[in-house]
């Protein structure tokens, strides 16, 4: 009788155990579906930070051209030059030295001309309403705000870069709207391909 006892209570408990993995299968939540991955590999983005280093040492190295005003973005090949200079030769210019560049594939212009000069405190103000910009990017969960530039020239906030969607560049483009000061927004970003 014991032994009977015994047995009873193995299969009893071996039964339960079963249908406690049983149960705990079938009531696996499914994993919600994941966004697609980048389609860069290291390799690229190394490649990409390449041609960014020598489209601006290219840059850098003609003396008609004000690189600093400009920014250099790469993706996949495809570079994106914005950023504002005085005059459409300097853009011109800058467009033919970037294409010149071995292993760019294509260049697009997002340069805006300067306009008037400004001052010490337009620029104050200007630097303010880009660090605002930034801030407010980052701050924003439905924005990859690493993905954006932001530069201001008297209250024109110019936004550039490489995004996954253009849901993501409507709200780029909200959020910088949103902030005091800005009087005008360039949009030079790039749905990422």
């Known amino acids: 009788m014991t032994r009977t006892l015994l047995g009873?209570?193995?299969?009893?408990?071996t039964l339960a155990g079963v249908m406690t993995?049983?149960?705990?299968?079938?009531?696996?939540?499914?994993?919600?579906?994941?966004?697609p991955t980048a389609s860069t590999t290291i390799g690229t983005e190394i490649d990409d930070s390449v041609l960014t280093t020598r489209v601006k040492?290219?840059?850098l190295d003609n003396i008609d051209i004000k690189s600093f005003d400009l920014k250099v973005e790469t993706?996949?090949?495809?570079?994106?030059?914005?950023?504002?200079?005085?005059?459409?030769t300097q853009i011109d210019h800058a467009l033919a030295i970037a294409?010149?560049?071995?292993?760019?594939?294509?260049?697009?212009?997002?340069?805006?001309?300067?306009?008037?000069?400004?001052?010490?405190?337009?620029?104050?103000?200007?630097a303010v309403?880009?660090?605002?910009?930034?801030?407010?990017?980052?701050?924003?969960?439905?924005?990859?705000?690493?993905?954006?530039?932001?530069v201001t020239r008297d209250g024109?906030?110019?936004l550039s870069g490489f995004v996954n969607n253009q849901p993501q560049i409507d709200r780029a483009l909200a959020v910088a709207?949103?902030?005091k000061g800005v009087v005008r927004i360039n949009n030079e970003m790039t749905i990422k391909q």
């Open 129 to 150: 309403i880009t660090a605002q910009v930034k801030a407010a990017l980052m701050a924003d969960e439905s924005v990859k705000s690493a993905d954006i530039a932001a």
């Open 57 to 59: 040492a290219a840059l």
């Open 177 to 179: 709207g949103s902030i």
């Open 156 to 158: 024109v906030v110019q």
């Open 75 to 88: 993706r996949k090949g495809e570079v994106l030059l914005s950023g504002f200079v005085d005059n459409q």
């Open 21 to 35: 993995l049983y149960l705990a299968g079938c009531s696996k939540v499914e994993d919600p579906p994941r966004a």
């Open 8 to 13: 009873l209570r193995i299969a009893s408990t």
């Open 99 to 126: 294409r010149s560049v071995p292993g760019v594939v294509t260049v697009s212009n997002g340069v805006s001309l300067k306009g008037a000069p400004t001052t010490i405190g337009t620029k104050i103000d200007d």
